[in-house]
């Protein structure tokens, strides 16, 4: 059984620059790759991820401002946000994929004031 458990969010001035944390309670936390998404109304996209030998991969949108990281020593993922936006503002959430299983965090909200 693996739990994700998120933190980091809450309000942030445009243009600055959370990181948000994910620790994994599981086991081989160091073998999966660790996926963010964001929720919007009827969707939720990756905006980053980290593969388990530490490779980044970015949604377009995010690309440049946006950094996933890990710490398989901590088993937590972190996903650092620069230069934000008011439209970064939303519900993050972390993901780990167990053998086709989808494993998620409770989700951390994320508000830009301008």
């Known amino acids: 059984q693996v739990q994700l458990v998120e933190s980091g969010g809450g309000v942030v001035q445009t243009g600055g620059s959370p990181t948000l944390a994910c620790t994994f309670y599981?086991?081989?936390?160091?073998?999966?790759?660790m996926t963010w998404y964001r929720q919007y109304a009827t969707s939720r996209p990756m905006v980053a991820r980290i593969a388990a030998a530490g490779k980044p991969t970015y949604a377009e949108a995010v690309e440049g401002r946006f950094t996933p990281s890990r710490d398989n020593a901590k088993s937590t993922t972190y996903l650092r946000m620069d230069t934000l936006k008011p439209e970064d503002s939303g519900l993050y959430f972390c993901?780990?994929?167990?053998?086709?299983?989808?494993?998620w965090g409770q989700g951390t909200q994320v508000i830009v004031s301008s």
């Open positions: 599981g086991t081989r936390f160091a073998e999966h790759g």
């Open positions: 993901n780990a994929r167990l053998k086709d299983t989808d494993y």
